[in-house]
């Protein structure tokens, strides 16, 4: 293996404590795919056949997926495009293509973070029209907590939402399940039930894995060069339950809530829309309800737009030598000018999500699972740290054969239009 010695010669910010390694890269997983995605493709997967297959995904494909990025990011200390290179000089492409997916990822996070801003604003008697300038504050306020860098902005900001949202989730969760239709949600999520369990399926849970977990960015691999000094098998374990524990959280308060207001939760990528002014209307303290609710979202996103911003501007200031200000002003700007046709035209968001999504992740995440079961070898056993064996093999394995092999299906299966 040749290395790129250039490459990974940079003195990072490093996280204070494991807690803020594992809440930074938590919350750069958890956002608007737990909140808002993971609900209604479940509600759309048959409930129980969807819950199995993404918990088959994860352990098939995103634990696996997680060890390779953090490992790359702990091994080389660089940004994407500097640790592909140090693995191969010809794998820097694969960092570039992980860059550009974040990025245009932010974009469309950015525009909806605003919308949340927007709506949490206009429940507590605050209106400003227009979608841009909703933006804009959304991105300035994402910008912000970047440019205080790793353990006084993203550290710190990580370790107070990541623990206000799932508080907020939890007490929403109990009020669902003191609603009428919560035993015959819960039976729907958690019965068994193999009706959905087929192909489509398994795509969608797939496809919401990768989206959800955040991997694919560059996110891992640049929080792996700031963190890390142990194994990083225990991080993605956590990561990863936390995740899941998340999204589940989320299903559990809008699934019964769309029983309720006899709303069916196959009803997509709506559903959350549809449910949570219905439920709220329902009380007498909706006027609170409403802005906490939104206010939970919004903390969602703004943890993962922060580590989305992080990963190009790291790009920048390792590859241009740019200061941190400098290179946080330009993503900035960027950001702004390519989120604009979004507030134009919805069709704008969907081109960018199938091309980072359905395109840019998964072939990228592919040569990640090459580089990381093939080509590291024991680099790749020195980040797993002190993994038992047969752990560390399997998921060698994972890694060589099975998790490329599933991750082919999102784009095969959106090009051939399945």
Partial sequence: MRSNKKAIDRKADKFRTSYGFIAACAGSAVGLGNIWGFPSRLGRGGGFSFLILYILCLALAGIPLLTAELSIGKQYGASPPAAFRAIHPRLGLIGLMQVLACFITLCYYCYFGGKLLEYTAAAVGLKLSGPLLWDIIFTLVTGIIVFLGVQAGIERCSRILMPVLVIILAGLCVFSFSLDGSREALAFMFKPDFTFFNADTFSSALTQLLFSLSVGYGCMITFGAYGAKNSMLKPAIAIAAADTIVAVLAALF???????????????????FDVVPLIFSRLTGSQFMIPVFFSMVFFAALTSSV???????????????????????????LTILCSFPICISLRVFEAYEFISQYLLICISSVFTCIAAGWMMKKDYSTALGNAPSVVEKSLVILLCFVTPALLLIVPVSVLTGH
């Fill in 254 to 272: 809008i699934i019964p809530s769309a029983f309720v207001c006899r709303i069916s939760p196959a009803s997509g990528p709506t559903l959350l």
């Fill in 307 to 333: 580590s989305m911003m992080e990963v190009p501007a790291v790009m920048l200031m390792q590859e241009t030598k740019l200061s941190r200000k400098s290179s946080i002003n330009i993503i900035i700007i």
